[in-house]
């Protein structure tokens, strides 16, 4: 792999609690015991399109000055991924409470901390220069990732995952080379009160590309003036669908960056994110690329 991959976005430490089910409103339910772990959408991905994609990887995001930044650090580092534009504030690290039901499903609740914080230093910008694919998300302010848009070359990708949905302003909209939503977030984005396909038809009027990531189903590649191509995923038991997302992301990053066609990127992608849901944890769970090549061959 010799693509290079800028990721704009949030580092936060997950608390994570295992429980029966989710609590419901004014509900309080007894958990298993609390696991600390380094996650984050921005930090996820980061670590997806090193470990799991191989591209060289830099992230552009914020830390406070705690122990959790340290910990976020270390596996960044662990990942391959650079940090030099990573930079560091005073107000505590993001914090993500995660509850993770038997079945894998997993419910998120985020304060933003230093990611709220944010912004593009010159070292960010120069990183971002520097790549071939800019990877960002929006749990960052909307600016930076705007900021980040115009820094890059002119033949650099603009990958957008859109998480959490929210209101998009032109100028970003304009921007985006390939969007990257679940069901939901499509739903959220579309014309309103549509279904998934009718989502897609609305936004490739306004972005060249539009991958649905769909759980265990796989994924929808849907590109303008193309057939609309399924990718199954694997079949697999999973254990924790934290961060799963994060490395499809990560990976389809990864694939794009070193030239690879939309459809092909995004198989990899499913194999990733497949395996990922297999293991705990939203880094610790991400494969490495040699398991991912190892896996592809699995997929129907």
Excluded: Y
Excluded at 117 to 139: H, N, S
Excluded at 202 to 212: D, E, I, M, N, Q
Excluded at 280 to 286: D, F, H, N, T, Y
């Amino acid at each position: 792999m010799t693509g290079r991959v800028a990721v704009i976005g949030s580092a936060n430490v997950d608390l994570v609690v295992d429980v029966d089910r989710h609590p419901g409103p004014g509900e309080t339910v007894l958990g298993g015991d609390l696991r600390r772990s380094p996650g984050g959408k921005g930090a996820n991905q980061a670590v997806a399109a090193a470990r799991a994609g191989g591209a060289a990887t830099v992230f552009v995001g914020a830390l406070g000055r705690d122990d959790a930044a340290e910990l976020l650090l270390e596996s960044l580092h662990g990942a391959g991924v650079a940090t030099e534009a990573v930079g560091r504030v005073d107000v505590p690290t993001g914090t993500a409470l995660i509850t993770v039901t038997p079945d894998g499903e997993n419910s998120i609740v985020v304060a933003a901390g230093a990611n709220a914080r944010l912004a593009l230093t010159p070292a960010a910008a120069a990183a971002v220069a520097g790549a071939d694919v800019v990877l960002a998300q929006l749990e960052v302010p909307l600016e930076v990732v705007l900021a980040a848009a115009a820094a890059r070359r002119a033949a650099c990708l603009l990958v957008l995952n859109a998480a959490p949905s929210r209101p998009l302003p032109d100028e970003l909209w304009d921007a985006v080379d390939v969007l990257v939503v679940n069901e939901h977030e499509a739903i959220d984005l579309g014309p309103g009160g549509g279904d998934v396909d009718t989502a897609v038809e609305h936004l490739l009027a306004t972005v060249p590309t539009v991958v649905v990531t769909m759980g265990a189903l796989g994924a929808l590649v849907a590109r303008r003036g193309l057939p609309v191509v399924h990718v199954p995923s694997l079949d697999v038991d999973p254990v924790d669908s934290t961060g799963a997302g994060d490395t499809f992301c990560g990976v389809l990053a990864a694939r794009l960056a070193d030239g690879v066609e939309v459809v092909a990127a995004a198989r990899a992608a499913v194999v990733a994110g497949a395996l990922a849901v297999t293991r705990r944890g939203a880094q610790s769970g991400i494969p490495t690329a040699a398991e991912v090549l190892a896996a592809l061959g699995r997929l129907a």
